[in-house]
């Protein structure tokens, strides 16, 4: 099994910016990709960004590209989510993900472990 617990997350104006953390712990050897998405009132879990745990590729959706940053900090076991320009659309509770495949996947099937969530407000 697999823990995830994220932070960072708040209110924050228009044009602001943010970082999320996730923490992992437990068989964090077994998940190889991991992941953001995010989950507005009424609509989908959707992805936001992806990350290979060596760093060696990343992935983003199409709507926070040049915005969003996904890193990763393989000694403490943490991924973040850096999130600048922020908008009122990027308003959601932010989810960590972690899978055990190799290849980096933005749909949700593909991974194992879930956190809690953090919620993100901006307002305009």
């Known amino acids: 099994q697999v823990q995830l617990a994220e932070s960072g997350g708040g209110l924050v104006q228009a044009g602001g910016s943010l970082r999320l953390s996730c923490a992992a712990s437990?068989?964090?050897?077994?998940?190889?990709?991991m992941g953001w998405f995010r989950q507005a009132p009424g609509k989908e879990r959707e992805f936001v960004a992806g990350i290979i745990r060596s760093g060696a590729s990343t992935t983003y959706a199409d709507s926070v590209k040049g915005r969003f940053y996904i890193s990763g900090d393989n000694a403490k076991n943490t991924v973040y989510l850096q999130m600048n320009s922020l908008k009122p659309e990027d308003t959601a509770v932010y989810y960590c993900a972690a899978g055990s495949s190799w290849v980096l996947s933005t749909r949700k099937g593909a991974y194992d472990y879930w956190g809690q969530g953090t919620q993100v407000t901006v307002s305009s």
């Open positions: 437990g068989r964090t050897f077994s998940s190889y990709t």
